[in-house]
Structures are given as C-alpha cells and as structure tokens.
C-alpha cells in the first residue's frame, strides 16, 4: 500500500491528478477506465482537474464509469452523476460517448444487471471480474467505501460486479461496484481528505479487517492512499 500525504486537500487531488496523467503517459495510444466515486471529496479533485489541468489532459482517451450511485435521478441533488457532470463533464472536452453513467433512476436490480454487462463489454474481463485501470474511492467515516456500508461484507466477495444495494442510514437504495472488482482493478485509489477520516485511514493502514473501506486497502491488488494530513494525524 503505497501512502501520500500532502499538507491540504487540494494538494493532495494535486498530486492525485497527476498521478493519472504519468498513469495514462505510460501506454499514449490506448484508451484508460476510470471508475469514480461520488461524495464531497471528489469534488475539489474533479474542480481542480477541470480547471488547471484541463489542457494537460488528454479526454479523448478516457472511458469514465461510476463505482456507485444513490437511486436518485441525475438531476438530483444526491446523484454522484450530478456532481461529476456539473463540477468536471460540462468543463471538459469529452465526448458523451466516454460517459457511462449508472442510470439512478432506473429500477436498481435491472441497472445493475444492465450496467454489469455494458462494463464487461467495454472492459478487459478477468475470470468474470471487469478490470478497470482506475478505480478511484472515497471511504466514509464509519469505513464504508464505493456503497458497501459495515455489516455488508457480502458485498466484498460477490461474484456479481454491480450490485443493488442501500444506505444502512437512511434506507436510500444505491449502486454500487462490488469487492472483487475493486480489489482487482490495475490500480485501486483511495482519495480520503479531513480528520474526522483519521480512524478510518488508520484502520485501513493497520489491518484489513475493520469494514470494507480497509479490506479493500488490503487486498487491492495495486493500492495507493492519497490522504492529507488532517486524515493522517493518527498515523
Ligand atoms: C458515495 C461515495 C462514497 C463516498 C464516501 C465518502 O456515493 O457516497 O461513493 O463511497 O466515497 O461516502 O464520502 P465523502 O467524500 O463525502 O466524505
């Protein structure tokens, strides 16, 4: 597990951002997957990219898909979609083509059967598991990640890739990329930002075993934390 820390938030999506781009300047002539989570820290990632490394980067070789979705529509204020496409889409030059976006509104069961099968046709697929190039995860602050919520854990070794699921919290039915397909991605990333995320990052750091944010960290086949110091201070 290779570890990051940058003194803010915004240094930290920094460094995040251009890891991607050497990522994508190791193979110039291919297309990348990228899977994205939603939440609030994805955001300033997606803001920054947007902004000062728009021209740095090159869409027409992104393929960009979602870990997870709230079964809301995307126009939405919960639609992870929503924000993806409000904060980075709309100010990019990339094509709706490259776009696949989790269909929220969509009965849960058939969009994860459907999606399921567009991200086995789209990507390289290993004994049955979509290989993504990047899977970029948030994790919440009880240890969740992608929306596999504690006491979910079937939800880690599933053989389906998308699964129908919901926020233990609030009942809100959700979307979400399931654990074999996160752990085997080329490359798992982990973006985790503020201090009320330091337990988390410890629990993920220290053992596997304490939620599925940390049992991803460790059996990611390749796995990188990129965390600021706030989110590093139990370290
Ligand atoms: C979601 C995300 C989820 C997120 C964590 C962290 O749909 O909510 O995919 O897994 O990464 O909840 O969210 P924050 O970035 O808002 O803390």
């Known amino acids: 597990m290779k570890l990051i820390v940058e003194k803010n938030a915004m240094e930290v999506s920094r460094k995040l951002i251009l890891r991607i781009l050497d990522i994508m300047n190791e193979e110039p002539s291919r297309n990348y997957s ?12 997606f803001d920054l990219w947007s902004s000062e490394y728009k021209q740095e980067t090159d869409w027409d070789r992104i393929l960009f898909f979602w870990v997870d979705e709230r079964c809301v529509p995307p126009t939405h204020s919960d639609s992870n979609y929503g924000m993806t496409k409000k904060i980075l889409l709309d100010k990019v030059p990339i094509a709706e083509a490259q776009v696949f976006r989790l269909q929220g509104e969509a009965d ?11 991200v086995r046709d789209k990507l390289q697929v290993k ?5 993504f190039d990047i899977v970029l995860l948030g994790a919440g602050d009880d240890g ?47 973006l985790i ?32 934390l990129y965390i600021d110091k706030a989110a590093a201070i139990e370290l």
């Open 34 to 45: 990228i899977a994205l989570s939603g939440g609030s820290t994805p955001a300033q990632l």
């Open 193 to 224: 930002t503020g201090q009320n995320k330091s337990t988390v990052v410890l629990d993920m750091y220290k053992s596997g075993d304490t939620g599925p944010a940390a049992y991803v960290a460790h059996h990611a086949k390749q796995v990188e």
């Open 127 to 131: 004994n049955g598991v979509p290989i």
């Open 144 to 190: 969740h990640t992608s929306s596999i919520f504690p006491g979910q854990e079937e939800l880690l070794t599933t053989t389906a890739p998308y699964a129908a699921c919901y926020n233990p919290y609030n009942g809100q039915k959700r979307l979400a990329l399931t654990g074999q397909p996160l752990i085997n991605a080329n490359l798992t990333i982990f």
């Open 108 to 118: 849960p069961v058939l969009e994860a059967a459907r999606y399921t099968d567009l």
